[in-house]
C-alpha cells in the first residue's frame, strides 16, 4: 500500500557532496514528518535530520552546517543534501515518514514507514 522509495547513495571521497532522495508513493492520505536516519556497522540507528510538514528542521549535532533536509510536499519526497562529507558518515542511510494512507476499506490509518535503505561510503 506505501512504499519509500531512497536513491542517492554512492561511494565519495572525504570533502565530497552526495544528494540521497526520498519519494513516498501507495495510497497516501498526508505525509507529516519525514527524516533521515543512518546506521554505521555495530553501531545504533541514529536521526540525522528530519522536517515537518510545514517545514521546521532538527539535525544531529555531528551533522549540523554541512547537511540539509528539505522536500516537496507535492511529490511526496524529501531529500538530504550532504556536503563536506567525512569517513564517519558511512553507514545506511534510511528514509522514514509519518504517514496517513487509505486502508481497503477506506479509511484512513497512521503508521511509520520506512524506506530499506541506502548505503553511503566516504573513502579515499
Known amino acids: 500500500q506505501v512504499q519509500l522509495a531512497e536513491s542517492g547513495g554512492g561511494l565519495v571521497q572525504p570533502g565530497g557532496s552526495l544528494n540521497l532522495s526520498c519519494a513516498v508513493s501507495g495510497s497516501i492520505f498526508r505525509v507529516d514528518t519525514m527524516a533521515w536516519h543512518r546506521q554505521a556497522p555495530g553501531k545504533q540507528r541514529e536521526l540525522v535530520a528530519q522536517?515537518?510538514?510545514?517545514?521546521?528542521?532538527n539535525y544531529a549535532d555531528s551533522v549540523k552546517g554541512r547537511f540539509t533536509v528539505s522536500r516537496d510536499n507535492a511529490k511526496n519526497t524529501v531529500y538530504l543534501q550532504m556536503n563536506s562529507l567525512k569517513p564517519e558518515d558511512t553507514a545506511v542511510y534510511y528514509c522514514?515518514?509519518?504517514?496517513?494512507?487509505?486502508?481497503?476499506?477506506?479509511?484512513?490509518?497512521?503508521?511509520?514507514?520506512w524506506g530499506q535503505g541506502t548505503q553511503v561510503t566516504v573513502s579515499s
Open positions: 522514514y515518514a509519518d504517514l496517513g494512507y487509505y486502508s481497503t476499506n477506506g479509511a484512513v490509518s497512521w503508521r511509520d514507514a
Open positions: 522536517i515537518t510538514r510545514g517545514g521546521r528542521t
